[in-house]
Every structure is written in structure tokens, then in C-alpha cells.
């Protein structure tokens, strides 16, 4: 039972570099989300999706776009690295927006 | 804004030495109270779902309270393997599926 799977668990950039983080979920849930945890912050929200096709901003949007082409899949892309977006990144699913979030185990990004 | 202030931010506890852990929010409107365990390197773990003032939930040795204005984490008789980070995020009624968490509090049990 794989529930939320993150790839990958690594990564260390250079600033400037693009990547992207990829999430999916094999519950079926409607939902997905993107957030990244800094020390003393909590989870903050970045990007999240209702459904196939749709995508919104969170909290902390600036500098990520997302996308959600299938509705297992959620993709968070950072098109130029910057050090201030180091940090470990969550995705997270859920089967309607009231119902609890299930997470993965998080990407460690360090960017250089 | 909403706001979730949890207190303390790290807890040392003996085994066996009950404790409980604050959360309090400010909202407009509360849809939903969370409680999260993390372990360190892993993703959060949902425990328990809280809707209204009065509400208690129970799992093992947690046991979660909510109030208008906060909500305790109650843990009774704790052992090592409650050693974690509790989170607890709040879901405004205006604020479909989104989740704001608070900094969470490190529990350490020792034996």
C-alpha cells in the first residue's frame, strides 16, 4: 500500500537549475497539495490542485509552477533555483477538501 | 489572518510522566482542527480530526480536546516510541482544503 510516493528523496541544485519534484498517489484522492517545511515555520502551503486539470496558488506560491495532467500525478517545478528555496518539500493527498491530508516522506532540496 | 500558535516547542518528558501539549487558533470560522505525529525524516502521520468545541478523540495514550479558542494533546503515560514532532493545523470554513499549521511541538520521551 504505496498511498503518497515523492521522487526524488534527494537533491542538491545550483542556483539557476530547474527541476522537478514529482508526487503521486494511488488512493484515488481528489486532492493534492505542495508545501514546504523550514525550521521554526511549520508547513506552509504552496500549490494545490481539486482535481485533474486544476491547479491553485497557496500560501507561498512565488517562484514554483505545478501541474496536474493525470489525477495520480502532481508535479511541482521550480524553473530557476534560488538558496531561499532550500528546504524539505511535502505533497500530500486527500479524497475531498474536508477529509485528512495523507503525506509522503518529503524531497530534501539544497540549492547552492 | 489565521493563526496556529502551538506551546511548548519541545517537551522532555519521562517515561510515564503525562503531559499535554497547547495548540490555539485564531479563525474566522473552524471547519476542522488536525493533529499530526512526524517522525524525523518521514512525512506527517494524521491522527485525529477535531469539528467542535467539546469534541474529545482518543488513540492509545493521545487523547485530543477542543475548545473555541485551542485544543489540548493529552499524553498519558507516554513511552519512547511517542518520541516525535505533534503538529496541529486548523481548516477554516472559508478555506476549502487548505491547512494552516503550526510550528509543531518536538516531544522527547526518555526512559
Known amino acids: 500500500n504505496a498511498g503518497v510516493t515523492q521522487t526524488p528523496k534527494f537533491r542538491v541544485l545550483k542556483t539557476g537549475q530547474s527541476m522537478t519534484l514529482l508526487c503521486a498517489q494511488d488512493m484515488n484522492h481528489e486532492y493534492m497539495y505542495w508545501y514546504r517545511q523550514d525550521p521554526g515555520m511549520g508547513l506552509r502551503l504552496i500549490h494545490y490542485s481539486v482535481g485533474e486539470g486544476t491547479t491553485a496558488k497557496g500560501e507561498v506560491p512565488d517562484g514554483y509552477n505545478v501541474s496536474r495532467l493525470k489525477k495520480q500525478n502532481f508535479l511541482l517545478g521550480l524553473e530557476s533555483a534560488a538558496p531561499s528555496q532550500t528546504s524539505v518539500y511535502f505533497c500530500?493527498?486527500?479524497?475531498?477538501?474536508?477529509?485528512?491530508?495523507?503525506f509522503g516522506d518529503g524531497t530534501r532540496l539544497s540549492i547552492l | 489572518e489565521d493563526q496556529v500558535t502551538q506551546s511548548p516547542e519541545a517537551l522532555r518528558l519521562q517515561e510515564g510522566e503525562s503531559s499535554s501539549l497547547n495548540c490555539s487558533y485564531t479563525v474566522s470560522g473552524l471547519r476542522g482542527l488536525f493533529w499530526y505525529r512526524q517522525d524525523p525524516g518521514k512525512g506527517p502521520e494524521f491522527l485525529f480530526t477535531l469539528y467542535s468545541a467539546g469534541e474529545e478523540k482518543e488513540k492509545e495514550r493521545l487523547k485530543a480536546t477542543l475548545t473555541k479558542k485551542e485544543s489540548f494533546l493529552h499524553i498519558t503515560a507516554p513511552k519512547p516510541e511517542d518520541s516525535a514532532t505533534y503538529l496541529c493545523a486548523v481548516q477554516a470554513t472559508d478555506s476549502w482544503g487548505k491547512l494552516q499549521f503550526g510550528a509543531g511541538t518536538q516531544v522527547v520521551v526518555t526512559p
Open positions: 500530500a493527498s486527500s479524497l475531498t477538501g474536508t477529509q485528512p491530508q495523507h
